[in-house]
């Protein structure tokens, strides 16, 4: 018993003892910060993620040769208009944080091509995004944003925009002069509609917009020959345009949330279509195209 609790003594001696790394050495130090840059891929990286940081230290701003920066899953609030010094990022990562607002100054990242702040306290971005010409990603997700400024219709290059989980009502105006768009996520949201401009979009492959309250889609829709995925699952649709059926890239009826095809699960379709969807896509297809040629 006596050597038992001795040698527990000894190991509670050397857990108290231990030592572990202060909050500053977690940090690169400001004296030679350039040390901690790497390379790959042919891009400048640089990353402080999981700092447990509130602020950012100030000799980031000062290593203008970073081209990737990560800074997500820290405690940010902000993001200093200092961030418009380093103009050469073309890739920037601030998710996970508690950012409010972003500043102007990310105008000046002229080759900025991938912008993700998913997963912080958004509600508004700036307008002067829309001079980041190259920008062709933009993740915004799982925040609190109502609407996109009108300025963003100039993102000609933006290929991959993600708006779930936020608080949009409507899909905002200047998303469909996005031309370029391959990929456009806006699910879980409060979307009540989706407007006829919705065919402009002729380069979109996967459109998502599940867990919105959407009761009809537009005929409109028919005309994104390109779709690859269309998840409408869980909204307050009864009806489907009878020129459904032009969508042919869409392969099948899916169930799992991944794959790709035609997503309708868990809405309030009149009959007959719920006993014509357990059909497949096939006997779906075939009947609205009977309806159609009927009209």
Not at 151 to 163: E, G, I, V, Y
């Amino acid at each position: 018993m006596g050597v038992n609790h001795s040698r527990h003594a000894s190991k509670s001696k050397q857990k108290k003892g231990r030592k572990y790394p202060s909050r500053q050495n977690v940090f690169p130090r400001a004296s030679d910060p350039e040390s901690q840059l790497t390379r790959s891929f042919g891009y400048v990286k640089f990353s402080l993620v999981l700092k447990g940081m509130t602020d950012i230290p100030s000799f980031v701003w000062n290593l203008p040769e970073i081209q990737k920066l990560n800074l997500s899953h820290n405690y940010l609030s902000t993001l200093p208009p200092a961030v418009g010094k380093l103009d050469q990022i073309a890739v920037l990562n601030l998710c996970g944080n508690r950012i409010t607002c972003l500043p102007k100054e990310l105008g000046l990242l002229r080759n900025l091509k991938v912008l993700f702040v998913d997963m912080n306290c958004l509600t508004e971005v700036p307008g002067e995004l829309s001079l980041c010409g190259k920008l062709e990603v933009l993740s915004l997700s799982h925040n609190g944003i109502t609407e996109l400024p009108l300025s963003f219709m100039d993102l000609a290059n933006l290929r991959k925009l993600n708006l779930g989980s936020n608080q949009l009502i409507h899909i905002p105006l200047c998303v469909f002069s996005m031309k370029s768009l391959e990929f456009l996520h806006l699910g879980c949201n409060q979307v009540e509609s989706i407007s006829e401009n919705i065919q402009y979009l002729q380069d979109l492959q996967i459109f998502i917009v599940e867990c919105n309250n959407i009761r009809v889609l537009p005929k409109s829709i028919c005309f994104l020959t390109a779709l690859e995925l269309l998840n409408v699952d869980y909204n307050s649709i009864q009806t489907l345009p009878d020129n459904l059926f032009m969508l042919i890239k869409l392969s099948k009826l899916a169930w799992n949330p991944i794959d790709k095809g035609l997503h309708i699960l868990h809405n309030p379709l009149a009959k007959p279509l719920p006993e014509i969807v357990e059909g497949g896509l096939d006997a779906l297809y075939n009947y609205l195209r009977d309806i159609n040629q009927q009209n």
